[in-house]
Nanobody
Framework: QVQLVESGGGLVQAGGSLRLACAAS????????VGWFRQAPGKEREFVAA????????GYADSVKGRFTISRDNAKNTVYLQMNSLKPEDTAVYSC??????????????????????WGQGTQVTVSS
């Protein structure tokens, strides 16, 4: 069992930056692949970025590639999402999720929300134009 708590959301002007953090409780955090997802009002949840347990592999949605960077510090049980060059269309509730994957290899992660076992409560990101 793991609990996830997101932080770092807020209001920022277009072109600005924010860094989200996803802090996890429990042990063996490195055995979890972690993903970030977002959901805007009236829209479906969408994949943003993911990172494998060992940080050996990362993946991004096309809409954020080159602007967002996912990273993790397993010693601190925390995954980060650095968001630069923010756009109004990035406005959404951002949630992190953890996928228990101890035997899936160093490069494993999934883009599918159904593949994740635990979810945080989300943090609001609002980008003004």
């Amino acid at each position: 069992q793991v609990q996830l708590v997101e932080s770092g959301g807020g209001l920022v002007q277009a072109g600005g930056s924010l860094r989200l953090a996803c802090a996890a409780s429990g042990r063996t955090f490195s055995a979890y692949a972690v993903g970030w997802f977002r959901q805007a009002p009236g829209k479906e949840r969408e994949f943003v970025a993911a990172i494998s347990g060992s940080a050996g592999s990362t993946g991004y949605a096309d809409s954020v590639k080159g602007r967002f960077t996912i990273s993790r510090d397993n010693a601190k049980n925390t995954v980060y999402l650095q968001m630069n060059s923010l756009k109004p269309e990035d406005t959404a509730v951002y949630s992190c999720a953890a996928d228990w994957a101890p035997y899936s290899g160093d490069s494993y992660y999934t883009r599918l929300p159904g593949g994740y076992d635990y979810w945080g409560q989300g943090t609001q990101v609002t980008v003004s134009s």
